[in-house]
């Protein structure tokens, strides 16, 4: 009995999603601009508890914001009116949108 408990009170360390596991990292970025064109690039991400820092490399040029994350949603200031707003993806990726609603980015982690 008191195995069978040990083995359910584990169970769920496994079955977490890959986002449980941090985000810091490098991803691949591909995303739509307010226009409708294409980008993609890479970014680089710094999580410290609930605070993050980001930074885009997107056609050579590089964009940084900062954020939080609460619960499954990141936003991100970056210089802009409007954030950058993320969903953790149960996979690890980030689905964001910014220029308000107008764009897309999606980050997707490479490891």
């Not at 009995?1 to 584990?10: E, G, P, Y």
């Not at 410290?48 to 914001?65: D, E, I, Q, R």
């Not at 009116?81 to 107008?102: E, K, R």
């Amino acid at each position: 009995m008191r195995h069978a408990l040990i083995t359910l009170a584990a169970l769920p360390l496994f079955a977490l999603p890959a986002f449980a596991e941090g985000l810091t990292g490098s991803y691949t970025v591909e995303g739509k601009n307010p226009d409708g064109s294409s980008y993609s690039g890479t970014a680089e991400l710094v999580e410290n508890g609930t605070a993050v820092s980001l930074t885009w490399t997107v056609a050579g040029s590089s964009f940084a914001g900062a954020g939080i994350v609460d619960g499954k949603l990141i936003t991100v200031q970056w210089g802009d009116p409007n954030p950058v707003y993320y969903v953790i993806t149960p996979s690890g990726a980030l689905h964001g949108t910014w220029a308000d609603g107008t764009a897309l980015d999606r980050l997707t982690p490479m490891r």
